[in-house]
């Protein structure tokens, strides 16, 4: 199966417990679960075949389902999203550790739980960036940056940050501000701009199982970002470029937002 046919199927994972905002995926004060807005988004997108919610919650699941989308109860010590989405990419495609086969060329979008207001649009353009590469097994991996938007703090330490090599690819991510402009050089003079990452990916199959059983790595452990284990061994992830307007849901104060602009709109 070459890369242009290969299906792609989003996977959306979801916990309930949270830190910073309890039971997020539930909070329904526009009159739906949040979980149901990020289904509703994903179901605009044009390039996906099938939208799955991977959870560890009943209520999460049954809210799932009555938004439109496949539901699948997972293990509920996962450490990250990514390793829940691998859990349901080995349940249905076991196969796809072998890269002969068809499974392991499928494409699988990680889309975030609390990010309700993502461009669908994004997600059409990342499957496309995936099923472009020329090299699939050293490319198997795509995600999204974008520029700050005026009264974004790029030292902000929750606003992570990407810098690209010359073919679009992924150099380093880091919650620094990097790059760091030691001259003062302006963007128009040669400097390259800073770029935030939004933490929606694009996996093959087959890489997406292999990538959840490899060892965390140094930089991973440091910086707390996963997409760095790829890097560290060696992957490269292609990086498309777009106006990221939407945030994702981590506080009370961000919920609040949304429900205002959702109930202004």
């Known amino acids: ?33 949040l ?8 179901r605009r997108a044009r390039s996906l075949e099938r939208l799955i919610v991977a959870t560890d919650d009943d209520r999460i699941a049954a ?8 539901a699948a109860l997972t293990h509920p010590d996962h450490p990250n999203g990514t390793s829940r989405i691998a859990e349901v990419v080995a349940r249905l495609w076991p196969e796809a550790t072998d890269p002969a086969s068809h499974a392991a060329h499928r494409i699988i979008v990680n889309l975030q739980g609390d990010e309700p207001e993502l461009d669908p649009a994004l997600i059409d353009r990342l499957v496309a960036a995936l099923r472009q590469q020329p090299d699939p097994a050293a490319t198997p991996m795509a995600t999204i940056a974008g520029a700050f938007e005026p009264g974004e703090d790029a030292a902000d330490p929750n606003l992570v940050k990407v810098v690209l090599d010359t073919r679009g690819r992924a150099l380093y991510f880091s919650r620094a501000a990097i790059p760091h402009d030691r001259e ?16 929606i990916y694009a996996y093959r199959a087959g890489f997406l199982l292999e990538y959840a059983n490899l060892p965390p790595t140094p930089l991973e452990q440091t910086e707390k970002l996963e997409q760095l ?27 609040d937002a949304f429900v205002e602009r959702w109930w202004g709109a």
């Open 229 to 255: 284990r790829a890097l560290e061994h060696g992957y490269h992830i292609a990086v498309i470029t777009a106006r990221l307007t939407h945030h994702g849901i981590d506080t009370a104060e961000q919920y």
């Open 63 to 70: 809210a799932a389902t009555e938004a439109g989308a496949e």
């Open 184 to 199: 003062g050089i302006a963007a128009g003079d040669g400097a390259a701009a800073p770029l935030k990452h939004a933490g």
């Open 35 to 42: 979980i149901a807005h990020v289904v509703d988004t994903a």
């Open 1 to 33: 199966m070459t890369g242009a046919a290969a299906p792609a199927i989003a996977v959306i994972p979801a916990r309930l417990a949270s830190t910073r905002l309890p039971d997020k995926p539930l909070l329904a004060r526009t009159g739906r679960p």
